[in-house]
């Protein structure tokens, strides 16, 4: 191993390297767009007059991105994935100063593509910069980095708009972020060799990728629609952006609390659990209170379903991190693509309460498809066979 990384396990505490720092730089950036997407939304369509649900399109560069990064992963890698991540947080920049600055929806599409493919391009190389022992509590760790940051987003869109009359500026926010990582001096960690993949595996690999959709899906459709539904019982935007930060509050508590506890064999179940309370408080209520309460807890409980349930299939398939990778961005794509345009459809039928019920059943099969026995805290040397040189 490299002398001049820091060790990734002393005795029972998760200790970061500069690998994962660099990965939660990468995370923070992105977390605080995508922290900020909800909020985005009922700026546009105040902004140019058109319906919230609407501008879906959105996200749809952001899934559609994930799914060709994901087709061409391996690939991309070979390149370093610490290049990759460079680059990719630039073009997150980029897609950021067009979403604040643009003056039309032309260039927030524009803006929305370009952010879609360098948060596309995060997810593909956070767990390459991420391997070795306690996978599943160091990747917590880096991204709780994307939930402190989407804390931050939704607060500062939110003063913003009560300054200035334009929240989109604080959209401006992370671009030294970006510039301070273009300058890092990093370098990606080794990843071993594949191992033979064994068809045998195909169920275990491809039960492990649902559960990675199911569990995407669930998170994106508090973070798109939380800011909208505050709006529907009456809060202005400035109003809905500080009230939608109890998600990513939820989870940035959640990520910081609980990451020494991500490998518990309960934690998947208890995470799911939470997202369905908080789901189930934001569609039967109609108070702000008791939304936002509901924005919180769902918070709690969508922290952990994208760590758990990546390392759930990297520690069930017995694929190697550079394998691993592409999978789990294509199941992003296409949690991206296929959870919000299920949220649209049932909310244009029933309203934004009931859109909220479908996160139910997506939560309740994400606990049916992951084994328990595939979420207890393995041993570091299983890691370093499977993940790590």
Request: glycine residues 14%; hydrophobic residues 55%; contains cysteine.
């Amino acid at each position: 191993m490299n002398h001049a990384r820091s060790r990734v396990l002393q005795r029972h505490d998760v200790v970061m390297s500069r690998e994962d720092l660099a990965a939660a730089i990468g995370q923070g950036v992105l977390g605080y767009y995508l922290g900020a997407l909800g909020v985005t939304l009922v700026l546009l369509a105040r902004d140019f007059d058109v319906d919230v649900l609407s501008l879906g399109w959105l996200s749809n560069g952001f899934g559609v991105s994930l799914v060709v990064l994901g087709a061409l992963g391996s690939a991309v890698l070979r390149l370093g994935a610490a290049r990759v991540l460079k680059v990719v947080v630039g073009f997150i920049g980029v897609g950021g100063v067009l979403l604040a600055l643009g003056p039309g929806l032309a260039p927030a599409q524009a803006g929305a593509i370009a952010l879609g493919a360098g948060g596309a391009g995060v997810v593909l190389c956070t767990p390459a910069m991420v391997v070795g022992e306690r996978m599943a509590q160091r990747l917590t760790m880096v991204s709780a980095a994307s939930s402190v940051t989407g804390v931050v987003a939704p607060l500062l869109l939110g003063g913003a708009e009560l300054v200035t009359g334009n929240g989109r500026l604080a959209l401006l926010v992370p671009i030294p972020a970006v510039v301070a990582l273009a300058f890092m001096r990093v370098s990606a960690p080794a990843i071993g060799p594949a191992r033979r993949f064994d068809s045998s595996r195909f169920g275990v690999v491809a039960r492990g990728w649902g559960a990675m959709v199911l569990g995407i899906a669930a998170e994106f459709g508090f973070l798109l629609w939380g800011a909208a539904r505050l709006i529907s019982v009456g809060l202005s935007e400035a109003q809905a952006a500080l009230g939608a930060a109890a998600f990513p509050v939820g989870m940035a508590v959640a990520r910081l609390v609980g990451a020494r506890s991500a490998g518990h064999h309960r934690a998947l179940g208890l995470a799911c659990a939470a997202t369905i309370v908080g789901a189930i408080l934001i569609a039967a209520f109609s108070t702000p209170a008791m939304i936002v309460v509901g924005l919180g807890i769902g918070g709690v409980g969508a922290a952990f379903l994208y760590p758990l349930t990546l390392a759930a299939l990297v520690g069930a398939s017995g694929l190697a991190t550079r394998t691993v990778a592409p999978i789990a961005t294509t199941a992003s794509g296409a949690a991206v693509l296929l959870g919000p345009a299920l949220f649209r459809l049932v909310a244009r039928a029933g309203g934004l309460e009931l859109g909220f019920l479908v996160l139910v059943p997506l939560a309740i099969a994400v606990m049916l498809i992951v084994p328990r026995s595939e979420m207890r805290t393995e041993d570091p040397s299983e890691h370093r066979t499977v993940i790590s040189g």
